[in-house]
């Protein structure tokens, strides 16, 4: 297939053939065509569809109608092009908090036969420093009040030649340079023919377990996700209303605060700060009806019910931290709603083994999607019985493209990915999640998991929030040990260190209990909401 980029640096960086796992199309809408820009199938076709005057993106400052979003993208275009000097296959690295003037950039990039390389806002210097080397990135569009960081790293890296700057907040179209740039340009633009299999987006991991990784998708990975996760498990209407907290670097947050929003002819609620208290206060005044979040997210607005209202939603989905049961089922008896618990990775651009609706089993995360095809293995890489743990893996229309990491070979299989999980699948294709590869204990000669113990813990009135590692023991060589956030009305003392040890032995088996418990105020975590057990396990 005859690439569209100028620029094939990206392309030279995908990793070899037999690098590279397998990829499946066993679904009529992932027959795509050779040809493909996934902005134009997410937003120029959807003014052809009819939807100009429809509001696509909600915010506290701006409302834009998909037409309004459109014009906005096509002058961004324009300037990239005209201004910038951009060439098909060039990375734009992006960087603001969500916004409207975020969502219109990213959707440019893409345009324009560019490779997006959005960024998490709370990244510093030495943070950005690593992605724009590695990507060799020459501009950047980025939120003037996120300049610093940005400046600051330009001095470290001669490659990023040229930074647009922006007004996020939607209240001056004229101060910044990109808004002086874009009035003098036509709100139509051509899309550039990009080939379904030409990079659309290098999303860099969190980086929480060292240098950070890219991974790279085609413009067919953001429709497959459309098609297997936004139609196959959401199933929006263009009715609903969106609203999310992870950021759109997150591709998790992509899809759930842009892709699936744009692709259902639906609206989205951007917000710039999802706090607990912003995101259960945007919920009443949106009337969102289909929320996102992390686990701890859905803790936090629990205890935010008597004091908003929630009751305008339909729909709950969790990612990017395992949905402990008790977190389920408090939120189903608090809203009636059953959350849609998805185990995904940036690697595979979104989720892939879940379930909706009556065919939720609590404690399950669900089954591989339509799309996907799941296997639980040995540490031998034989198949595994059934209901016996293993290594999860997964293959489908997506797959992981690590951007020239030699790590790309520890991530396949046999031709499979394999995202790290261990898990178990039942007679019924069923997968129960133990943990990460990382996240199991070895003590005493007993195989603990992590989150089977923190399920446990946060089962108790208690508990806010907890996480579990291993830690070093002179005795055990390694024991389980707990921080735990406690809820205000609980005072720490050590009466109930023992009192959820006893809870603990009597919710699974006694072995398993932590054996250290350290109360914290608060645990460490990415910006996507991901507790950084690495940075506790160096606390103990």
Not at 119 to 136: Q, V, Y
Not at 197 to 212: C, K, V
Not at 269 to 297: K, S
Request: hydrophobic share 40%; net charge negative.
């Amino acid at each position: 297939m005859s690439t569209s980029h100028i620029d094939t640096f990206a392309r030279d960086a995908l990793p070899s053939a037999e690098l590279q796992a397998d990829c499946i199309f066993n679904l009529d809408s992932l027959q795509f065509p050779p040809r493909l820009n996934c902005a134009t199938e997410l937003l120029d076709n959807k003014i052809s569809s009819g939807l100009s005057d429809k509001v696509a993106i909600r915010s506290a400052g701006v409302n834009w109608t998909y037409q309004q979003l459109l014009e906005k993208a096509n002058q961004i275009a324009h300037v990239l092009v005209e201004d910038m000097g951009l060439k098909t296959g060039n990375r734009v690295l992006l960087r603001a908090p969500n916004n409207p003037m975020l969502a219109a950039c990213w959707l440019a990039v893409i345009k324009t036969g560019g490779i997006v390389v959005a960024t998490m806002p709370l990244l510093r210097a030495r943070d950005l420093e690593p992605i724009i080397i590695k990507a060799e990135i020459e501009f950047a569009l980025c939120d003037e009040r996120l300049k610093d960081e940005l400046f600051d790293v330009q001095k470290l890296c001669p490659v990023l030649k040229t930074i647009y700057l922006f007004d996020g907040t939607g209240n001056s179209t004229t101060n910044t340079e990109l808004e002086q740039k874009m009035q003098a340009k036509s709100s139509d633009f051509s899309n550039v023919d990009t080939a379904n299999d030409d990079i659309a987006l290098i999303a860099f991991t969190s980086g929480t377990t060292g240098q950070p990784k890219g991974t790279m998708h085609y413009h067919r990975d953001v429709m497959a996700m459309c098609y297997c996760v936004a139609d196959e498990l959401i199933k929006p209407t263009a009715d609903d209303i969106f609203i999310a907290s992870p950021p759109l670097a997150f591709t998790f947050g992509l899809g759930v605060s842009l892709v699936f929003p744009l692709h259902a002819g639906a609206s989205v609620v951007l917000l710039e700060t999802p706090t607990p208290d912003n995101l259960a206060q945007a919920i009443g005044e949106f009337e969102a009806t289909i929320c996102a979040t992390a686990p701890t997210g859905y803790r936090a607005l629990m205890n935010k019910e008597k004091s908003y209202d929630l009751s305008s939603l339909k729909k709950s989905i969790s990612a990017g931290e395992h949905l402990p049961l008790p977190t389920f089922e408090q939120w189903l008896d608090m809203t009636g709603i059953k959350i849609i618990d998805g185990l995904g990775a940036t690697e595979m651009i979104h989720i892939f083994v879940s379930s909706e609706g009556q065919d939720i089993r609590p404690g399950a995360i669900g089954k591989a999607l339509p799309g996907y095809e799941c296997q639980i293995v040995k540490d031998d890489n034989s198949p595994a019985a059934n209901d016996e743990k293993g290594k999860l893996l997964v293959r489908g229309p997506t797959a992981c493209k690590y951007m020239a990491d030699e790590r790309q070979g520890n991530y396949i299989i046999d031709g499979w990915n394999f995202s790290g999980d261990i898990c178990h699948m039942d007679e019924d294709g069923y997968i129960f999640y133990h943990g990460r590869s990382d996240d199991m204990i070895v003590s005493s000669g007993y195989n603990i998991s992590g989150p089977e113990v923190e399920v446990a813990l946060l089962s108790h009135e208690a508990v806010m929030e907890c996480a579990v590692v291993g830690a070093a023991d002179l005795e055990r060589g390694t024991i389980v040990k707990a921080f735990v956030v406690l809820n205000e009305q609980y005072p720490e003392s050590a009466e109930l260190i023992q009192n959820l040890q006893e809870h603990t032995k009597n919710s699974i088996a006694p072995y398993k209990y932590p054996r250290a418990i350290e109360f914290v105020s608060s645990l460490p975590k990415t910006q996507t909401g991901k507790i950084q057990r690495h940075k506790l396990r160096t606390q103990s």
